[in-house]
């Protein structure tokens, strides 16, 4: 960053070798035919670029999302988050699908969710354009599994039209471990991806990939431009961030330390009453939190993460409401950094 910064930085109007070999390496991570790609500063814009798209492709307005989602904060991606709270309850072009629950056909429930929607759609008049969701569900209390559960319910989304929507923001780049984005887990095919927070380690980064028939039928019906999207200084963070994942072999990394992770977190759970599910993929787990009464406890997980945060380790919280806590340890992450996040879960647990 230091040195293209010292060397060059200009806003995206001027063409830039690092800005075209950063998008080459970015698109090598994606199956065909995702081949292109539009950058952005936040994952907030790149999803709302998404929406852009989708609803001049199809003609549709409407958006399809799943309880309790998250998807960044312009206006109109607060009208679909539903997590944010009555004071940005869902616009009346947005129909939500219950989020997964364990237990049960999972892949159905999603399906005769998303088939309702699509129901619900057509007898208002409105035309489906958008089925978007994280695809790790982390905000709903992270459902990884089964593989491929969302794939008959993204068939049918495009089936009656709708282009699908991997929000990846949180999800992608290595973290799920044996895959680079978490979408290839389940087997699908996304109409649209968007990446944000790690591109950029903490550099403000982010990205929307697509196929080219969709940016060709958008690029003729309206302009687009985001002034410092990709910028120079951008591309060799992007780029250096994309080495170090190589060069470390850091998606490796996340597959054995999440196993880890999640062996260590059912080894400490079974000590403790107040813990309850596990889940995860990779370096991406959640726990859930019980009360006395063997309920789900947002109450005690925020308590359990001032506990953590008092012995030197940061989580946060998910879940319906708030009663899992949400892992996410840093990517080159390793045994003592899990032993010291394990002995501090476990002493605080006790500590409840």
């Known amino acids: 960053m230091t040195r293209q910064a010292a060397r060059l930085n200009t806003h995206t109007r001027y063409l830039h070798d690092g800005v075209v070999a950063y998008a080459e390496r970015l698109l090598e991570t994606f199956p065909d035919p995702l081949s292109q790609v539009m950058f952005t500063c936040t994952g907030s814009e790149a999803n709302d670029l998404a929406l852009r798209i989708c609803q001049s492709v199809t003609g549709g307005e409407s958006v399809i999302v799943v309880g309790r989602s998250y998807h960044g904060v312009t206006g109109d991606l607060a009208k679909i988050s539903t997590s944010l709270g009555p004071a940005t309850a869902p616009a009346p072009h947005v129909r939500v699908v219950e989020a997964p629950t364990p237990g049960g056909d999972v892949a159905a429930r999603f399906e005769v ?44 989304a495009q089936q009656a039209g709708a282009l699908f929507v991997a929000d990846e923001v949180q999800s992608g780049l290595a973290r799920p471990g044996e895959a680079m984005w978490a979408f290839l887990r389940h087997d699908v095919a996304p109409d649209i991806v ?49 080495d170090v994942i190589r060069d470390e072999g850091l998606m490796e990394n996340a597959r054995v330390r999440g196993a880890q992770l999640l062996a260590g977190l059912s080894e400490v759970a079974s000590r403790h009453d107040a813990a309850g599910a596990i889940r995860g993929a990779g370096l991406y787990g959640a726990l859930e939190v019980f009360g006395t009464d063997g309920s789900p406890s947002p109450e005690r997980a925020a308590r359990l993460v001032e ?37 501090a879960l476990d002493a605080s647990l006790a500590r409840l």
């Open 194 to 242: 968007t990446c944000g927070k790690p591109l950029g380690n903490g550099h403000p980064l982010a990205a929307m990939v697509t196929r080219p028939d969709l940016l060709r039928e958008f690029g003729e019906k309206t302009r687009y431009f985001n002034t410092f999207g990709g910028n120079p200084v951008s591309a060799a963070v992007g780029l250096a961030v994309l």
């Open 113 to 156: 969710g998303v088939r309702g929607a699509l129901a619900s759609l057509k007898a208002a008049g409105i035309r489906p354009a958008m089925l978007i969701f994280d695809t790790v569900f982390a905000s709903q209390g992270l459902y990884t599994d089964p593989r491929g559960f969302v794939a008959a319910g993204i068939r049918a």
């Open 307 to 343: 506990l953590l945060r008092e012995a030197g380790v940061l989580v946060g919280v998910c879940g319906e409401r708030n009663e899992c806590l949400k892992i996410r340890p840093l990517l080159p992450t390793q045994d003592q950094h899990l032993d010291q996040f394990l002995s």
